[in-house]
């Protein structure tokens, strides 16, 4: 299976992304040899960008990062927030020691996803003055919350790429047994709940 996968995705990587790329290059070779329509080139480019950019980001998501195997979940999840603070200059109160227990590689990889989409997130459209990271346990399930207290936003009329990462994220989440739920109005900030199961095995 994994090796099938692994077909697969350099399948996807060959063919879809290897043709938008040289679909741009041609596009801004164009612009560059100066040709009267410039102004369609560069928006056609554009959108190819965004597309390329959105098949890469579903690509990534199907991939294992490296530093999760050797700093943790915790780890990983403070680099991210922590990056993301001091791009945007502001405070973040972090209490993830939920995450340094061991859990399954799927469990870890997707709440890592999660982490990382939220977070993303926050910095392209929150504006926020603070953002929190926390994880506790409860009843053998883990709920990873991610906060702002930014802009918000419609829940219900959510459309582009903000809408596609809501999406992916529920589907992730399902596929483990987890649940997304999100608290938020325009102008009152966000708050994400990220929420899986920890079976009976586990410690």
């Excluded at 996807?12 to 009267?36: F, K």
């Excluded at 927030?81 to 109160?93: K, S």
């Excluded at 953002?131 to 930014?150: M, P």
Aim: aromatic share 2%; net charge negative; proline share 4%.
């Amino acid at each position: 299976m994994q090796e099938e996968q692994c077909r697969r995705l350099s399948r996807e990587l060959h063919d879809d992304l290897g043709q938008m790329l040289a679909s741009v290059a041609l596009e801004l070779h164009g612009i560059r040899a100066g040709s009267p329509e410039q102004g369609e080139r560069l928006t056609r480019a554009a959108m190819l960008v965004d597309q390329l950019s959105a098949r890469v980001h579903a690509a990534a998501w199907n991939l294992r990062p490296a530093d999760l195997d050797h700093l943790g979940l915790r780890a990983c999840v403070e680099d991210l927030a922590a990056m993301l603070c001091a791009q945007l200059d502001i405070p973040c109160d972090m209490d993830l020691e939920a995450l340094s227990r061991p859990l399954a590689p799927e469990i870890a990889l997707t709440l890592y996803r999660v982490a990382q989409e939220a977070l993303t997130n926050i910095g392209k459209h929150a504006q926020p003055r603070r953002a929190s990271v926390t994880a506790h346990i409860c009843d053998r399930r883990l709920r990873l919350t991610i906060e702002d207290d930014g802009r918000g936003f419609d829940a219900d009329a959510t459309l582009g790429s903000r809408a596609l990462g809501l999406a992916g994220m529920r589907e992730r989440l399902a596929l483990i047994g987890g649940e997304l739920s999100i608290e938020t109005a325009r102008d009152r900030g966000t708050t994400l709940y990220a929420d899986v199961p920890l079976f009976a095995d586990m410690p």
